[in-house]
């Protein structure tokens, strides 16, 4: 059985060799769906692979899946952001996984790294990923940090994909903005104004006391307290977002 690897970029040069360098020797090809990179991104793929191809921008990446999707031709795929790499453990039991009978794909825990530190309690761990699937069993629907819908049995392995942004260091970068806004306009329901105002500050505090506290987000550090606060804050700002959408559609 045969593995096609799917990246998809756009100016991640600072990461993908790391990336790149993770999955060589355990894949039969590595699909590229570059986003018009305007640093070395390209070049340093064209080391790696020649399946590279160019796809005008749409703000977010989930659209290009289905697409490079289209361009795999193995049997089974290994879906990996330009920023994440693999663990020893996943890179050395990959082919092992795909030879389970009865699976159709595999799931497997995200360790996060904010601030140089990986965080390994709250709520950001174990962050569950079903990157590793049968061509032939998988699509996506374009929506923003979606999962794959898988037509068959995933199983759970918990080995891990180690993943570490650009721009953890920053609460709110452009990046963050942009699919904040993309995600809340994707997933507000038919709710009201004021069920959003309303859950923001909630839901957002939810996070702080649960997940920071009772969850254990304190055993990772300053950063383990750095990190809820960022993504309580981002909660919120989607919350506002959702109602702002919700609110156009009833004007």
């Known amino acids: 059985m045969t593995i096609s690897a799917i990246i998809l970029t756009r100016n991640t040069a600072s990461t993908i060799r790391r990336c790149l360098d993770s999955i060589s020797d355990v894949v039969d090809e590595i699909i590229v769906v570059d986003g018009y990179s305007s640093d070395d991104t390209v ?3 064209q080391e790696y692979t020649d399946l590279i191809f160019s796809r005008e921008p749409k703000g977010f990446v989930e659209p290009d899946r289905n697409y490079a999707l289209s ?7 290994l879906y ?33 790294f904010f601030m140089s530190r990986p965080i ?13 699937y049968k061509k032939a069993k998988a699509h996506y629907a374009g ?26 260091n920053r609460f709110l970068s ?22 959003y105002l309303m859950r923001a500050p909630m839901m957002s505090a ?6 920071y506290f ?20 981002e909660f919120f700002i989607r919350t506002l977002f959702m109602a702002f959408f919700a609110r156009s559609q009833t004007e």
């Open 214 to 233: 009772k969850k254990g987000g304190y055993l990772d550090g300053y950063q383990g307290l750095a990190m809820h606060m960022k993504a309580a804050l």
């Open 120 to 132: 390994l309690h709250g709520l950001s761990y174990p962050d569950t990923q079903v990157r590793l």
């Open 206 to 211: 939810r996070i702080l006391v649960f997940y």
């Open 43 to 45: 070049r340093i793929c």
């Open 143 to 168: 929506l923003i940090h979606e999962q794959p819908i898988i037509l068959g049995r995933v199983f759970n392995s918990r080995l891990h994909i180690l993943h570490e942004q650009k721009d953890s």
């Open 71 to 77: 361009k795999a031709t193995s049997d089974w795929i």
């Open 80 to 112: 990996i952001d330009a920023d994440e790499w693999l663990s020893k453990s996943l890179h050395d039991s990959i082919r092992e996984l795909i030879a389970k009978t009865g699976v159709d794909a595999f799931s497997f825990s995200r360790v996060n």
């Open 174 to 195: 452009e990046r963050i903005v942009r699919y904040v806004i993309f995600w809340a306009r994707q997933h507000h329901r038919e709710e009201s104004r004021l069920y």
